[in-house]
Protein backbone atom coordinates (compact mmCIF):
# COMPACT_ATOMS: atom_id res chain seq x y z
CA UNK A 1 0.00 0.00 0.00
CA UNK A 2 1.26 3.44 -0.82
CA UNK A 3 1.61 5.85 2.46
CA UNK A 4 -0.54 8.29 3.98
CA UNK A 5 0.57 12.05 3.82
CA UNK A 6 -1.17 14.88 5.42
CA UNK A 7 -0.51 18.60 4.65
CA UNK A 8 -1.95 21.86 5.28
CA UNK A 9 -1.27 22.43 9.02
CA UNK A 10 0.20 25.33 10.14
CA UNK A 11 -0.03 28.05 12.45
CA UNK A 12 -3.44 30.23 12.73
CA UNK A 13 -5.19 32.41 16.04
CA UNK A 14 -8.01 31.57 17.83
CA UNK A 15 -11.59 31.53 15.61
CA UNK A 16 -9.56 30.83 12.41
CA UNK A 17 -9.42 27.92 10.02
CA UNK A 18 -7.57 25.33 8.11
CA UNK A 19 -7.92 22.55 5.79
CA UNK A 20 -5.48 19.54 6.58
CA UNK A 21 -5.88 17.46 3.37
CA UNK A 22 -4.78 13.37 3.19
CA UNK A 23 -3.85 11.14 0.03
CA UNK A 24 -4.77 7.66 0.52
CA UNK A 25 -4.74 4.66 -1.80
CA UNK A 26 -8.55 4.42 -1.34
CA UNK A 27 -10.03 1.41 0.48
CA UNK A 28 -7.67 -1.47 -0.30
CA UNK A 29 -8.73 -4.69 1.67
CA UNK A 30 -9.52 -5.01 5.55
CA UNK A 31 -9.77 -0.54 5.24
CA UNK A 32 -13.77 0.34 6.34
CA UNK A 33 -13.06 3.65 7.11
CA UNK A 34 -10.55 6.88 6.88
CA UNK A 35 -10.10 9.48 9.20
CA UNK A 36 -7.82 11.81 11.76
CA UNK A 37 -6.53 11.47 15.14
CA UNK A 38 -4.14 13.96 17.13
CA UNK A 39 -1.90 14.09 19.87
CA UNK A 40 -1.37 17.61 21.74
CA UNK A 41 1.94 17.65 23.29
CA UNK A 42 2.35 15.65 26.14
CA UNK A 43 -0.91 13.68 25.69
CA UNK A 44 -2.65 11.20 24.78
CA UNK A 45 -3.71 10.47 20.75
CA UNK A 46 -7.52 10.95 20.15
CA UNK A 47 -10.01 10.19 17.58
CA UNK A 48 -10.87 13.80 16.04
CA UNK A 49 -13.36 11.84 13.12
CA UNK A 50 -13.56 9.39 10.44
CA UNK A 51 -15.88 8.66 7.29
CA UNK A 52 -16.80 5.27 5.64
CA UNK A 53 -17.20 3.92 2.43
CA UNK A 54 -20.79 4.59 2.79
CA UNK A 55 -19.48 8.30 3.63
CA UNK A 56 -21.03 8.08 6.87
CA UNK A 57 -19.63 10.35 9.40
CA UNK A 58 -18.32 10.31 13.02
CA UNK A 59 -16.96 13.08 15.13
CA UNK A 60 -15.63 13.68 18.15
CA UNK A 61 -17.79 16.02 20.71
CA UNK A 62 -15.10 18.06 21.19
CA UNK A 63 -15.03 18.97 17.30
CA UNK A 64 -18.54 18.52 16.24
CA UNK A 65 -19.71 21.54 14.62
CA UNK A 66 -16.78 22.86 13.76
CA UNK A 67 -14.77 20.29 11.99
CA UNK A 68 -15.98 18.65 8.75
CA UNK A 69 -14.54 15.71 7.22
CA UNK A 70 -15.04 14.78 3.60
CA UNK A 71 -13.33 12.35 0.61
CA UNK A 72 -13.14 12.39 -3.04
CA UNK A 73 -12.62 8.67 -3.97
CA UNK A 74 -11.50 10.17 -7.36
CA UNK A 75 -8.43 11.99 -6.26
CA UNK A 76 -8.50 9.63 -3.30
CA UNK A 77 -8.06 12.49 -0.88
CA UNK A 78 -9.11 12.86 3.06
CA UNK A 79 -10.04 16.22 3.95
CA UNK A 80 -10.62 18.02 7.50
CA UNK A 81 -11.94 21.34 7.14
CA UNK A 82 -11.48 22.71 10.68
CA UNK A 83 -13.58 26.44 11.78
CA UNK A 84 -13.68 27.94 14.62
CA UNK A 85 -10.32 26.95 15.92
CA UNK A 86 -9.14 26.70 19.54
CA UNK A 87 -5.81 26.72 21.59
CA UNK A 88 -7.37 23.38 22.66
CA UNK A 89 -6.94 22.12 19.08
CA UNK A 90 -2.96 22.58 18.68
CA UNK A 91 -1.95 19.26 18.16
CA UNK A 92 -0.06 16.91 15.55
CA UNK A 93 -2.96 15.71 13.13
CA UNK A 94 -2.03 12.19 11.68
CA UNK A 95 -4.74 10.79 8.80
CA UNK A 96 -5.54 7.28 9.19
CA UNK A 97 -6.70 3.68 7.74
CA UNK A 98 -8.92 1.66 10.34
CA UNK A 99 -10.19 -2.16 10.16
CA UNK A 100 -13.10 -0.62 11.40
CA UNK A 101 -15.95 1.58 11.20
CA UNK A 102 -17.47 4.47 13.31
CA UNK A 103 -17.01 5.08 16.72
CA UNK A 104 -14.53 2.12 16.47
CA UNK A 105 -12.37 3.44 14.09
CA UNK A 106 -9.65 4.59 16.98
CA UNK A 107 -9.38 0.76 18.47
CA UNK A 108 -8.37 -1.11 14.91
CA UNK A 109 -5.90 1.76 13.18
CA UNK A 110 -3.88 -0.26 10.39
CA UNK A 111 -2.12 2.69 8.66
CA UNK A 112 -1.32 6.50 9.85
CA UNK A 113 0.76 9.21 8.38
CA UNK A 114 3.75 11.10 9.95
CA UNK A 115 1.35 13.98 10.59
CA UNK A 116 1.22 17.68 10.22
CA UNK A 117 1.15 20.30 12.85
CA UNK A 118 -1.60 22.44 14.02
CA UNK A 119 -1.16 25.77 16.60
CA UNK A 120 -3.41 27.57 17.43
CA UNK A 121 -2.54 30.66 19.50
CA UNK A 122 -5.10 32.59 21.57
Known amino acids: QAPLEESGGGSVETGGSLTLSCIFS????????IGWFRQAPGKEREPVAN???????TYADSVKGRFTISQDNASKTLYLQMNNLAPEDTATYYC????????????????WGPGTLVTVSS
Open 96 to 111: AKSRLRGILFFQALDK
Open 26 to 33: GYTEGTYS
Open 51 to 57: IDNFDKT
